[in-house]
């Protein structure tokens, strides 16, 4: 099986602007997390899709979306971009939703925002 | 969300067994405790998962305190490859689960 993939593997944006990321996940699994991983803050959780429908989200801005399409990709997109924006995006598949599944993680996209 | 404590660093020698400790005195009942273990430029991997009795997979063991308030994840023969930040979370059974990594442990491996 194919593992969980992520275009564009590296960003480099300018503040202010947009940008789109997006996760294709393992054949099979419904559920997508996305995360943002920073130096200083590590890893912290963005949202959850299944079934299209976002079960969870995280504490971040209302610039922070995604959405999730009937083939199980997912998208997240951030507006307004700020410098603090600036880290790895993660997404992670897995076949179900529960504390008791293991999440497969992508290599994740580098966004640099100058 | 109930917190983890793991050591910021450890060091063990190749083909030898690797013990990483993780204290979670606030961990309730339907708290699963999972790792997962990430690779220099790869995102996190799973490792292994388990909610009271102890576990085993290729990869690694799980042992887990008889209260529940700490765990040990026991990799039997480190290997170059292993050298990773590991990262021990606990995920509730309550609908809203989501995988909040503290700073983990630094495992070096000593060729």
């Known amino acids: 099986k194919a593992g969980v993939t992520q275009t564009p593997r590296y960003l480099i944006k300018t503040r202010g602007q947009q940008v789109t990321l997006s996760c294709s996940p393992i054949?099979?699994?419904?559920?997508v997390s996305w995360y943002q991983q920073t130096p200083g803050q590590g890893l912290q959780f963005l949202f959850e899709?299944?079934?299209?429908?976002?079960?969870n989200k995280g504490n971040f801005p209302g610039r922070f979306s995604g959405r999730q399409f009937s083939n199980s990709r997912s998208e997240m997109n951030v507006s307004t971009l700020e410098l603090g924006d600036s880290a790895l995006y993660l997404c992670?598949?897995?076949?179900?939703?529960?504390?008791?599944?293991?999440?497969?993680f992508g290599p994740g996209t580098r966004l640099t925002v100058l | 969300d109930a917190k983890t404590t793991q050591p910021n660093s450890m060091e063990s020698n190749e083909e030898e067994p690797v013990h990483l400790p993780c204290n979670h005195s606030?961990?309730?009942?339907?708290?699963?405790i999972h790792w997962y273990r990430q690779l220099p430029s790869q995102g996190p991997e799973y490792v292994i998962h388990?909610?009271?009795s102890n576990v085993n997979n290729r990869m690694a063991s799980l042992a887990i305190a008889e209260d529940r308030k700490s765990s040990t994840l026991i990799l039997h023969r480190a290997t170059l490859r292993d050298a990773a930040v590991y990262y021990c979370?606990?995920?509730?059974?309550?609908?809203?689960?989501?995988?909040?990594f503290g700073t983990g442990t630094r495992l070096t491996i000593i060729p």
């Open positions: 992670a598949s897995s076949s179900r939703v529960g504390p008791y599944n293991e999440q497969f």
């Open positions: 054949s099979g699994h419904r559920s």
């Open positions: 899709y299944f079934s299209e429908t976002q079960r």
């Open positions: 606030t961990i309730s009942g339907t708290d699963y």
């Open positions: 388990g909610l009271t």
């Open positions: 979370i606990l995920l509730s059974n309550f609908g809203n689960e989501k995988l909040t």
